[in-house]
């Protein structure tokens, strides 16, 4: 799999977009981007994941770069509650069930 | 629906002493996986099972062995434990089918060994 790097942390301001970047420049042809956060203590959620094109769910905005190089995963409107570790992952979809690989991820804060 | 539940969220350990952490989910998948958690690291894998009666090494499995004889739990033992297993441990599972590829996590165990 791929390897990733996201910045340690960041801050957000409640209400605003928070933007979280992960570079991922060695990804090939057939692996997909996923993100989950882990909020204190929990076991880790699935938030969302791309291939080429930028997704959209309940949750958040997925935009990956043309180069498929990096992506962005977009809280429109950060909350406390979505102060967590983000991890970017990535992996081929289909075939094998070996598990996830997690960096250190990004600790975002959201600022009250 | 539980989702994936852990039996137990909390144990304590003396060096050597052995213990089965429990990993339970109700929603039929054939992937499950138990992963260990450091402070501040992410999650690294320990082992994992794609079915019934199937186990197989991941990342880390040394000192740990892994059971799956029923479709809906899996279990994880430490035959002698020692001060470098104090972790917190989580188990997923996925179902094959799904193409996300979106694994559904257990609330974890926090394990100190002294």
């Known amino acids: 799999d791929a390897k990733t790097t996201q910045p340690p942390s960041m801050d957000c301001a409640e209400g605003r977009a928070a933007n979280l970047p992960c570079n991922h420049s060695?990804?090939?042809?057939?692996?997909?981007v996923y993100w989950y956060r882990q909020i204190h203590s929990q076991g880790p959620q699935y938030i969302i994941h791309g291939l080429k094109n930028n997704e959209t769910n309940e949750m958040a905005s997925l935009i990956i770069t043309e180069d498929r190089k990096s992506s962005t995963l977009i809280l429109p409107h950060a909350t406390l509650r979505d102060t967590a570790v983000y991890y970017c992952i990535v992996r081929v979809a289909w075939g094998g069930a070996d598990g996830l690989t997690f960096g250190k991820g990004t600790h975002l804060i959201i600022q009250p | 629906n539980a989702g994936v539940t852990q039996t137990p969220k909390f144990r304590v350990l003396k060096t050597g002493q052995s213990m089965t952490l429990l990993c339970a989910q109700d929603?039929?998948?054939?992937?499950m996986y138990w992963y260990r958690q450091d402070p501040g690291m992410g999650l690294r894998l320990i082992h994992y099972?794609?079915?019934?009666?199937?186990?197989a090494k991941g990342e880390v499995p040394d000192g740990y062995n892994v059971s799956r004889l029923k479709k809906q739990n899996f279990l994880l033992g430490l035959e002698s434990a020692a001060p470098s297993q104090t972790s917190v441990y989580f188990c997923?599972?996925?179902?094959?089918?799904?193409?996300?590829?979106?694994?559904?996590f257990g609330p974890g165990t926090r394990l100190t060994v002294t």
């Open positions: 929603m039929n998948h054939e992937y």
């Open positions: 997923a599972s996925t179902s094959s089918g799904l193409a996300t590829y979106e694994q559904y």
């Open positions: 099972s794609v079915g019934e009666g199937t186990t």
């Open positions: 060695t990804i090939s042809g057939n692996e997909y």
